[in-house]
């Protein structure tokens, strides 16, 4: 075969496969937007059914085969190229899946979908008795799943590689145990403030803050006529397309915590907006991982969103919108207010501070439920212990700790640390479009989020998956990982020294 022919049908096999996930995904925003909840059942089939077919594609001889044809010619290219980025990225997933049966993809595609609604229900409850079932029965597809790989040194490995890629549990932790005693100091040392933030619990009118998470997501900017936003329990960003961008937030009638989850929320969806459409279809069109897709969601919620030039531009639209709560509240104080360090139950609702060690808790646990250190009858009281130890706060019920997430019941362990990994390379991002926008400050003062928007899109979107993410990394800023940055600005903002 010649060597066009054997790429163009790699290439069309692996357009398949992409769409096959698009399709999945798109499933699982209705189920969590709009599904009837009596569609869990059908559902679950529906998507393990998709995640089977996509899986079997990709571990067809065939593909095996085309890939050793073109083993020669990817060597020859520019590793640069797109295609041998396609060739390379196609053979480190083909050799990942043909470990694994298809039965079991599908299996864990299943689980997922009926675990959604069982945690939907012990949440509301808070009875984590409810969702121990479907917990246990995630857990031992999940240990199916490791075991289909060549030992490593430790389990958790295999599961991490699945979001963060190359990425290994020992630097994880090794990049926490940098970060952790520096919190602790930061929380230490923030504990005895007094800071007013009654105002922003209260009267909040639904409909209102709807318009707003509109008018917050024009203002960003994106292409006309291709997002939407929902609401849902545990907001989330989803992508059919480039031009099919669905963004979702939580909404509460007393707190206007809606604002900052949809700023979040437009990041992960800016990245899918913006990657690069010639290669869109494709997996190398993707995201680098979920810790760089994270790095964008924390860059607009904290970087821009919790800013001060940001609230001098957009504060006077807010308090348009709620004078009754707002209309004495002068800028300089709703800031401090919404950058209070006080550590709280809920890891979406944390301050910049404490939300580092809500996912050093997770991380933990986590390690501990794959490695058998811990029944899972036992997480609620580990979960309690953990976060009296490390936020000094009491965990009144099930709802308000070990069920207040929605990514057990999916299956997504390994996924935590992503957020923590993503939040330091969001700073390292940030400080490198400062040093090239040279005047960043004032165009978010001034309402101007093009150009922030258009760097992120050459320096981060527009590599999609072609590298590694620490690669993607070291193009946009010209490191990888480094908690130092993170530190140094969680000290500048909030005034703690480095502990001794």
């Known amino acids: ?29 209705d189920q969590r937007t709009m599904m009837p ?42 590793p640069d190229s797109d295609e041998a980025a396609l060739i390379r990225l196609a053979r480190r997933e083909h050799e990942k899946a043909v470990r694994v049966p298809p039965e079991l993809t599908a299996e864990m595609a299943r689980a997922a979908s009926e675990a959604a609604p069982a945690w939907l229900e012990a949440k509301a409850t808070s009875s984590f008795a409810r969702f121990l079932p479907a917990l246990e029965r995630t857990i031992e597809l999940r240990r199916r799943y490791v075991e289909c790989f060549e030992p490593r040194e430790e389990p958790y490995d295999v599961l991490l590689d699945d979001f963060e890629p190359e990425m290994r549990t020992a630097e994880v932790r090794r990049i926490f145990d940098e970060i952790k005693p520096e919190l602790v100091a930061l929380v230490a040392a923030c504990r005895e403030r007094e800071v007013d933030d009654s105002f922003l619990t209260g009267n909040y009118p639904i409909d209102r803050q709807e318009t707003l998470a509109k008018e917050v997501v024009e203002l960003f900017g994106h292409r006309p006529d291709a997002w939407r936003i929902d609401p849902t329990e545990h907001p989330f960003a989803s992508a059919a397309g480039i031009d099919d961008i669905r963004i979702t937030t939580h909404y509460s009638p007393s707190s206007i915590d809606s604002l900052f989850a949809t700023i979040h929320e437009y990041g992960h969806g800016l990245y899918e907006h913006q990657l690069p459409e010639r290669i869109a279809h494709l997996p190398i069109g993707e995201a680098a991982s979920h ?12 970087l821009v969103g919790r800013s001060l030039p940001f609230w001098r531009f957009f504060y006077p639209r807010l308090r348009e919108r709620f004078p009754e709560q707002l209309g004495q509240v002068e800028l300089e104080r709703f800031v401090a207010a919404i950058n209070v360090v006080r550590p709280s139950l809920i890891r979406i609702h944390a301050d910049e501070v404490t939300y580092g060690m809500h996912v050093i808790l997770r991380f933990e646990l986590e390690q501990d439920i794959v490695n058998g250190r811990i029944e899972l009858r036992d997480l609620p009281e580990a979960w309690s212990q953990k976060m009296w130890e490390y936020l000094g706060v ?13 990514h057990w019941s999916a299956g997504h362990f390994g996924y935590f640390p992503t957020y923590l990994l993503g939040t330091v390379m969001s700073v390292q991002i940030w400080e490198a479009a400062r040093r090239d926008l040279r005047d960043l400050d004032e165009q978010i003062e001034r309402g101007e989020f093009g150009p922030l928007r258009e760097w992120l899109g050459e320096h981060v979107h527009a590599h999609g998956r072609k590298f590694t993410p620490q690669e993607t990394l070291r193009r946009a800023t010209g490191s990888t990982i480094d908690a130092r940055p993170y530190l140094a600005y969680l000290r500048r903002k909030f005034g703690a020294p480095i502990p001794a």
Do not use: C, F
């Open 291 to 302: 810790g760089v897709h994270e790095s964008q969601s924390r860059l607009w919620e904290n």
């Open 37 to 78: 909840p009596a569609g869990t059942r059908i559902r679950g089939r529906h998507t393990g059914l998709l995640r089977r077919l996509a899986h079997e594609k990709l571990i067809d001889p065939e593909v095996g085969r085309l890939l050793e044809e073109l083993r020669p010619v990817e060597e020859s290219l520019d």
């Open 394 to 406: 009491e965990v009144p019920d099930d709802a308000h700790g070990v069920l207040q997430d929605v």
């Open 1 to 29: 075969m010649h060597v066009a022919d054997a790429l163009a049908k790699l290439t069309y096999r692996l357009e398949e496969i992409h769409e096959l996930e698009a399709i999945s995904g798109l499933l699982v925003w």
